[in-house]
């Protein structure tokens, strides 16, 4: 038995997450589907994280134990060819020793939200980024963004139906930078609440419009009440960037 890392890209349009869902289709679903296609075994995919219905990924780690033997070049040309349509690809694939665990290993996770600040509609981004027409203060964003950073009760930031045991998480690093007409948000941790990350983003875009007060982001923050949140983003924009291990 050997265990593979994969390094996963994917557009999460078409897919309602990237874990195995009852109903619909999952990236989970997809690579395990692709793995029996190609081996003949039933293999469970494990993720470094999960990602909602319509967020993307552009470095993904996961990893599947299979029995056959195979190279990881041919492993991951035949996962590629079997996964056809589907916007899923295999960028790189290992063996790794048996105990290491794409989720339980990892120490550290990196998203980045992308927001295309302009009037003009979206094309090439539709669907792989928010688009704001409203003219956005992302030096504001940036300084309201830093009363998040640090171990805090993200309770204000957090999904009702987050399945964590705790709100308590350590963010360490939230920035706001722009590029010509893209705002872009990034964020590092070792862990991250369900729809964390959107849930600070729609409050810095608040912040970016004029709506909030910098000061406001961490006024919402300490009241831990999901009622103090301003806005949630939508998944277009957010990716999920790399597993730190």
């Known amino acids: ?3 593979f890392a994969l390094t996963l890209e994917f557009d999460g349009r078409p897919f309602m997450g ?3 869902q009852a109903h619909g289709p ?5 690579i395990e589907t692709a793995v029996q296609t190609v081996t003949g075994e039933a293999a469970t995919m494990h993720a470094a994280g999960r990602t909602d219905s319509g967020v993307h990924a552009i470095g993904m780690r996961a990893h599947v134990d299979i029995a056959k033997a195979i190279t990881p070049f041919r492993l991951q040309e035949a996962l590629n060819a079997v996964l056809r349509p589907d916007p899923i690809a295999v960028i790189a694939c290992e063996p790794v020793p048996d105990d290491w665990h794409a989720r339980f290993s990892c120490v550290g996770r990196a998203y980045r939200y992308r927001i295309v600040n302009r009037r003009a509609p979206l094309t090439l981004d539709r669907g792989k980024a928010w688009h704001v027409v409203q003219p956005l203060n992302e030096a504001a964003m ?13 309770t204000t930031f957090r999904s009702a139906h987050c399945q964590a045991r705790s709100p308590l998480k350590t963010l360490d690093r939230l920035a706001v930078f722009r590029d010509e007409d893209e705002v872009v948000i990034e964020a590092e941790a070792r862990s991250f609440l369900h729809h964390q990350v959107r849930s600070m983003v729609g409050c810095l875009v608040l912040v970016g419009n004029g709506r909030w007060e910098v000061s406001r982001v961490g006024e919402a923050l300490e009241a831990r009440d999901r009622q103090a949140l301003g806005l949630n983003a939508p998944p277009d924009g957010l990716y999920f960037v790399r597993a730190i291990y």
Do not use: C, I, N, P
């Not at 940036?142 to 993200?154: C, E, I, M, N, S």
């Open 26 to 30: 999952s990236v989970q679903a997809a």
């Open 142 to 154: 940036h300084t309201a963004a830093q009363a998040l950073v640090g171990l805090h009760d993200f």
């Open 1 to 3: 038995m050997t265990r």
């Open 18 to 20: 990237l874990q195995r």
